[in-house]
Antibody, heavy 121, light 107 residues
Framework: QVQLVESGGGVVQPGRSLRLSCGAS????????MHWVRQAPGKGLEWVGV????????VYGDSVKGRFTISRDNSKNTLYLQMNSLRTDDTAVYYC??????????????WGQGTLVTVSS | DIQMTQSPSTLSAFVGDRVTITCRAS??????LAWYQQKPGKGPKLLIY???TSESGVPSRFSGSGSGTEFTLIISSLQPDDFATYYC?????????FGQGTKVEIK
């Protein structure tokens, strides 16, 4: 079965950087687009961005554009989220999620359990 | 950006009740809409995609309908396992956006 396991969360000071990872198994990782979605404590879901199956196309939400970078290593079945210039309002649980259709960008059919990032001085 | 507005924000219901959650998009999105269920401390779970297609393994009491800008998620007979928060999400164009969520509580 599909498994997505996020890691790398923790407490970081404002202005610093952090990199999250998402290990994938149970499906052909190289065939699917992958997304990051975040959820601030007690709040709703916010789409962060997407990377295409081949890593060529990337699209970001407005609130993270220019600060966050999504990448993937298809040889390691791993998705990454590099977060720079972190702000207190980036505090959230970060989920990685798998796109449902191979080679396309559609909806999200599998999600990880999330990793908490706390930005605080 | 397309705004997604869900109603109600909170819903109290009894086991066995029929529950209806509405999602409205600020622009026409065809049927490019998904519904998710989230329980505390867990990642969301896909219930419905393309507005009305049930994900494999989802109980038949969950159904979705709508197109354009108005969408509905119906739980035909609420079960104890269904108490959770539900989100709609469009995938018509980037950026994707979610509704603010509907929390279904026990009455």
């Amino acid at each position: 079965q599909v498994q997505l396991v996020e890691s790398g969360g923790g407490v970081v000071q404002p202005g610093r950087s952090l990199r999250l990872s998402c290990g994938a198994s149970g499906f052909i990782f190289t065939g699917y687009g992958m997304h990051w979605v975040r959820q601030a404590p007690g709040k709703g879901l916010e789409w962060v961005g997407v990377i295409s199956y081949d890593g060529i196309r990337k699209v970001y939400g407005d609130s993270v554009k220019g600060r966050f970078t999504i990448s993937r290593d298809n040889s390691k079945n791993t998705l990454y989220l590099q977060m720079n210039s972190l702000r207190t309002d980036d505090t959230a649980v970060y989920y990685c999620a798998k796109d449902a259709s191979p080679g396309a960008i559609t909806y999200l059919d599998n999600w990880g359990q999330g990793t908490l990032v706390t930005v605080s001085s | 950006d397309i705004q997604m507005t869900q109603s109600p924000s909170t819903l109290s219901a009894f086991v066995g009740d029929r529950v209806t959650i509405t999602c409205r998009a600020s622009q026409i999105i065809g049927t490019w809409l998904a519904w998710y269920q989230q329980k505390p401390g867990k990642g969301p779970k896909l219930l419905i995609y393309k507005a009305s297609t049930s994900e494999s393994g989802v109980p038949s009491r969950f159904s979705g309908s709508g197109s354009g800008t108005e969408f509905t998620l119906i739980i035909s007979s609420l079960q104890p396992d269904d108490f959770a928060t539900y989100y709609c999400q469009h995938y018509n164009s980037y950026p994707w956006t979610f509704g603010q969520g509907t929390k279904v509580e026990i009455k």
